[in-house]
T-cell receptor, first 113, second 112 residues
C-alpha cells in the first residue's frame, strides 16, 4: 500500500484557516486521496476525497499538487469542533478486490479559542 | 437517515472468552468493513464483506471471524480473547466495494 506522511500535530486558532499537509510521493495513478477525521471517542468521519483536481465540499477543500505527490486539506474557518485527528489515506480504485483503508497515525489538530 | 449503528457500545470480557459484535450498515449499503483501533493508533483493517462474501482480510489471527447476513448487517466474532484484543472495534459501510466508507461509533471492548 502506498504510504502517506503527515505532521504529528498542528495548532490553529479559532476562525482562522487551517492547512493540513500530506506527502504521498509513491502514489500510483489509480490511488484516490481520502481524508478522514476522528473526534475524541468517535468513529472516523469522512471529510473529502479526490484524484487529480482540487475538490470542495461543505466541510473542507482538498488541494492536490500537479504531480500528485502531495495534497493539502483546507479548513476555511476552524472551529473548536474541528479539533480532531486528521488522516490522509491513499485508496486504490484500480480494480483490485480489496478496497480497505490503511490508516497511519494522522495529524492531531488542536484549535485554540 | 440513520448512519452505521453498532452494538453493544461497550463490553467487558475476560481472557479466553468469546465475543460477538454487531453492525448495521447505512440503508442501501451492501459492503461492510471491520477495523480494530488500539489506543493511540489509527484503525487497522480486519475484514471486508460485500454481498455476503468475504472480499478482504487483514493480518489478524484465525480467532477473528466475521459474516454478513442477507440484510447486509454483519457480525464480528473473536474467540479465545487476549488482553491485547482490548480496543475500539469499528464498522464501516459503503454502497459498493469501491465507494466511500462511512464509520459507526464503534464498540469499545475491554479484556481483563
Amino acid at each position: 500500500d502506498a504510504k502517506t506522511t503527515q505532521p504529528n500535530s498542528m495548532e490553529s486558532n479559532e476562525e482562522e484557516p487551517v492547512h493540513l499537509p500530506c506527502n504521498h510521493s509513491t502514489i500510483s495513478g489509480t490511488d484516490y486521496i481520502h481524508w478522514y477525521r476522528q473526534l475524541p471517542s468517535q468513529g472516523p468521519e469522512y471529510v473529502i476525497h479526490g484524484l487529480t483536481s482540487n475538490v470542495n465540499n461543505r466541510m473542507a477543500s482538498l488541494a492536490i499538487a500537479e504531480d500528485r505527490k502531495s495534497s493539502t486539506l483546507i479548513l476555511h474557518r476552524a472551529t473548536l469542533r474541528d479539533a480532531a485527528v486528521y488522516y490522509c489515506i491513499l485508496r486504490d480504485r484500480g480494480g483490485g478486490s480489496n478496497y480497505k483503508l490503511t490508516f497511519g497515525k494522522g495529524t492531531l489538530l488542536t484549535v485554540n479559542p | 437517515d440513520a448512519g452505521v449503528t453498532q452494538s453493544p457500545t461497550h463490553l467487558i470480557k475476560t481472557r479466553g472468552q468469546h465475543v460477538t459484535l454487531r453492525c448495521s450498515p447505512i440503508s442501501g449499503h451492501k459492503s461492510v468493513s471491520w477495523y480494530q483501533q488500539v489506543l493511540g493508533q489509527g484503525p487497522q483493517f480486519i475484514f471486508q464483506y460485500y454481498e455476503k462474501e468475504e472480499r478482504g482480510r487483514g493480518n489478524f489471527p484465525d480467532r477473528f471471524s466475521a459474516r454478513q447476513f442477507p440484510n447486509y448487517s454483519s457480525e464480528l466474532n473473536v474467540n479465545a480473547l487476549l488482553l491485547g484484543d482490548s480496543a475500539l472495534y469499528l464498522c464501516a459501510s459503503s454502497e459498493w466495494l469501491e465507494e466511500t466508507q462511512y464509520f459507526g461509533p464503534g464498540t469499545r471492548l475491554l479484556v481483563l
